[in-house]
């Protein structure tokens, strides 16, 4: 699975930006993708995650009620529509995926993820 992330930006603290995730070479079936981040000097961090089939989602507790994680079957796409943000929300974000295959349900770990896009940063100013 190849991945391609866009969308990210400059924005100032409280604005809003969406991230996109495009599949090439097959579609996200029997997958579950992930937006995982990572910010200078820091580990990287589980944002949210969705599953292809069936739509399971989880969200990091420092983003609920903040970003959305979503997707569309017809464009083969995934979102993460990211409001209301903070400083410590600027990291490169990643495009992330791996087989639903044994899951019961979104892994959280971000080693858990073999397939990764190039990351699309995202800066948020104060």
């Known amino acids: 699975v190849q991945l391609q992330a866009s969308g990210g930006g400059l924005v100032q603290a409280g604005g809003s930006l969406r991230l996109t995730c495009a599949a090439s070479?097959?579609?996200?079936?029997?997958?579950?993708l992930a937006w995982i981040r990572q910010a200078p000097g820091k580990e990287r961090e589980f944002v949210a995650g969705i599953r292809w089939s069936g739509g399971i989602i989880a969200y990091a507790d420092s983003v609920k009620g903040r970003f959305t994680i979503s997707r569309d079957h017809a464009k083969n796409t995934v979102y993460l529509q990211m409001n209301s943000l903070k400083p410590e929300d600027t990291a490169i974000y990643y495009c992330?995926?791996?087989?639903?295959?044994?899951?019961?349900?979104?892994?959280?770990?971000?080693?858990?993820?073999?397939?990764w896009g190039q990351g699309t940063q995202v800066t948020v100013s104060s």
């Open positions: 992330t995926a791996k087989t639903t295959s044994g899951d019961w349900k979104i892994p959280t770990l971000p080693a858990s993820y073999n397939y």
């Open positions: 070479g097959r579609t996200f079936s029997g997958y579950t």
